[in-house]
């Protein structure tokens, strides 16, 4: 099992009561959110429910060490720093992101984190349609170019 990255890019507005429920079962209810989910077949399920609305990659070392340094929260105000670390137990971003993948740990089972990311729309806009799944040409649903999209929302 790995973890999977997955950002939402539509919202939730005119979508059916199933999918806005596996969204914010999944912890990305809002636009342009993203969370950290194991890669199980429950979450998959979900996932393929809410695919014309949400796009998942896998998660890398380096692009959680970067979501957790730049837009890590640990409450609504306070961002992820060096006093919240330590006081978790960490002494860097590095430590934590790599602790997460080798115990295939979601973001909501972290104790003291937000359990999603609040990102920014990306540098540059979208390339390709934001319409249309990964295999037609588009950004939607299992994508393995998102994590080049997620670097410019960070």
């Not at 979900?46 to 730049?70: I, N, Q, R």
Request: aromatic share 6%; charged share 25%; hydrophobic share 45%.
């Amino acid at each position: 099992m790995t973890l999977l990255l997955v950002v939402n890019l539509h919202g939730s507005i005119n979508s059916a009561a199933p999918v806005r429920k596996a969204l914010s079962e999944l912890w990305v209810a809002k636009k342009f959110s993203a969370s950290v989910v194991t890669d199980d077949a429950q979450t998959v399920g979900m996932l393929k429910l809410c695919k014309d609305y949400v796009s998942w990659c896998p998660l890398e070392a380096g692009l959680l060490a970067d979501l957790l340094k730049k837009r890590g929260m640990v409450s609504t105000t306070r961002p992820l720093d060096q006093g919240s670390l330590k006081a978790m137990g960490y002494k860097k971003h590095e430590d934590l992101a790599a602790r997460m993948l080798k115990d295939q740990v979601r973001l909501s089972a972290v104790a003291g984190l937000l359990p999603y990311f609040r990102l920014a729309p990306p540098r540059g806009g979208f390339k390709i349609s934001m319409r249309r799944q990964a295999t037609e040409r588009g950004v939607l649903g299992n994508n393995p170019k998102l994590d080049v999209i997620v670097r410019r929302m960070i």
